[in-house]
């Protein structure tokens, strides 16, 4: 299906369009068992599951959606009932997945580079605890059939004592909340939330504007100063392309700084580059209407 033709709709006429829709699909495992002395097993389906559903989301997304999403890190995460939606050219609803009890269990963020043209998106993956697939209605969804995109060259970051001002790149990143599916007394599944993965981030800067990160590298690692007081925290933002309207950010806590590296395979000093590569504890979410 070409890309801008799935749409997501939670509750109601809630809708998002999306880059891209997969998964879904609904299988059984196949238990064996020999009997007696027959020469080969007997084989059964085991109960229905249903395969994770990943969804690529662009700057345009509903609210119901957003507060999901933003939400999904908590202690208590909610659950969401939807549709994945197979739309063609015309916008009309060719088929339809349904899924209920959904928990996110990842969050993944695009490579952000200054020098890149390419285009930013979250791609978000959830569990249901159950998925039905049936034809879809034929009505026509509102608005545009493709979802606005946003440069992953557009963002900022900001760490508390650190000249962040020539930061380059930030590459790719996710975040993972463990999820347990177990049956139910009715024969049905159930999603449960565990605890949240926070990754470590890799950053590239300008060499001659990193002596702030040389200074905490030297203080934090090798002099040892490592502790709760020594870490710092920080905010990444996601622009818009012009760099002045934020989109959304992610409040980075406890952050520690690893290790520090040099790459001067340009033989330029002015262009040389340091890759950072950093600790966090805790991520929290923000993003509005046309955010990333």
Not at 192 to 214: D, F, M, Q
Not at 247 to 256: K, M, P, S, T
Request: hydrophobic residues 35%.
């Amino acid at each position: 299906m070409p890309q801008g033709q799935f749409a997501l709709q939670l509750a109601n006429n809630d809708v998002t369009y999306l880059a891209e829709a997969k998964g879904g699909g609904i299988y059984a495992d196949v238990p064996s068992q020999f009997v007696g002395a027959e020469h080969f097993a007997r084989k059964r389906l085991g109960p229905p599951k249903y395969e994770d559903l990943s969804v690529q989301v662009g700057t345009s997304m509903s609210n119901a959606l957003r507060d999901w999403i933003t939400a999904s890190w908590a202690v208590q995460p909610p659950k969401k009932d939807g549709a994945i939606l197979t739309l063609d050219h015309n916008r009309r609803v060719r088929s339809e997945q349904s899924f209920t009890g959904a928990l996110i269990g990842e969050i993944t963020f695009p490579t952000l580079d200054a020098g890149s043209n390419a285009t930013g998106v979250l791609s978000v993956r959830f569990t249901p605890q159950a998925v039905v697939s049936r034809p879809g209605s034929g009505d026509i969804l509102p608005g545009p059939s493709r979802p606005p995109t946003w440069p992953a060259s557009s963002f900022r970051l900001q760490i508390a004592g650190l000249d962040c001002s020539r930061v380059s790149r930030i590459d790719s990143f996710t975040v993972r909340r463990a999820l347990t599916v177990s049956g139910s007394s009715t024969g049905g599944t159930i999603v449960s939330a565990g605890k949240v993965e926070v990754p470590n981030l890799k950053v590239t800067l300008s060499a001659p504007s990193a002596g702030s990160w040389r200074a905490w590298h030297d203080d934090f690692v090798v002099q040892g100063h490592n502790d709760d007081a020594h870490e710092k925290n920080g905010t990444l933002t996601f622009l818009t392309p012009d760099l002045t309207t934020e989109l959304g950010h992610l409040e980075l806590r406890h952050l520690g700084i690893i290790r520090l590296t040099p790459d001067t395979s340009t033989g330029d000093v002015i262009a040389a580059r340091v890759t950072a590569d950093l600790y966090c504890e805790q991520m929290e979410l923000r993003v509005g209407a046309g955010s990333p």
